[in-house]
């Protein structure tokens, strides 16, 4: 399931261009409070549900607007069913149990990139975060629910704008969101 996550980045910089026109109807919506600050989304890059033959599926959303893109992913077993299991996933900074001897596994992973002069910078780590799929219409190809996370910085990337040490979503809803199912 690692390797499923761990193609996050790559695949969503390759989705980030095909940006989905039919999440333009009036019942689909995304928002979030980042950092204090009530957040919507200009632009939905990629909604996509990837499917891996007999190792696992992954769902991803990409967001953007012009300062900022939020990816959001989770994973979970192979279904037979274009859909995710309805359930919260979570994310999990390599956390282990008080004996120190087991790793609790992550099955969600989110990142925050700025948009600066046509360039992206990834500064911070996700810590810990969520993202509940609370409905899943495979004939319909829609999708519900609601997502927050934290991440701490890691480092300064870039000199034009000063981004916070903390950076984080609260109250993060989608509803309704068309998505499309890919193959591997």
């Known amino acids: 399931m690692k390797k499923i996550l761990g193609g996050l980045l790559l695949l969503s910089i390759l989705f980030t261009s095909c940006s989905s026109d039919e999440n333009d109807d009036n019942n689909s919506s995304i928002s979030a409070t980042i950092n204090g600050v009530e957040w919507k989304p200009t632009k939905i890059n990629s909604v996509t549900l990837i499917k891996i033959s007999g190792s696992g599926q992954r769902f991803d959303i990409n967001i953007q607007d012009d300062s900022q893109m939020l990816m959001l992913a989770c994973e979970s077993d192979f279904t037979s069913k274009d859909a995710m ?3 919260e996933y979570n994310f999990y900074e390599d956390l282990e149990d008080t004996d120190g001897d087991e790793w609790i596994p ?3 992973l989110f990142v925050n990139t700025y948009l ?3 360039n992206t910078y990834t500064e911070h780590m996700p810590v ?3 993202m509940t799929i609370t409905a899943m219409d495979p004939e319909k190809k829609t999708v519900s629910g609601t997502f927050s996370f934290k991440a701490e910085k890691g480092g300064a990337l ?3 704008i000063v ?3 903390i950076f984080e979503v609260k109250n993060g809803v989608f509803n309704n969101l ?3 199912v890919l193959s591997q």
């Open 178 to 180: 068309s998505y499309t």
């Open 85 to 87: 299991p309805l359930k």
């Open 158 to 160: 870039q000199t034009k």
């Open 163 to 165: 981004t916070p040490d």
């Open 106 to 108: 992550s099955d969600a």
């Open 128 to 130: 810990v975060g969520k």
């Open 116 to 118: 600066i002069d046509g």
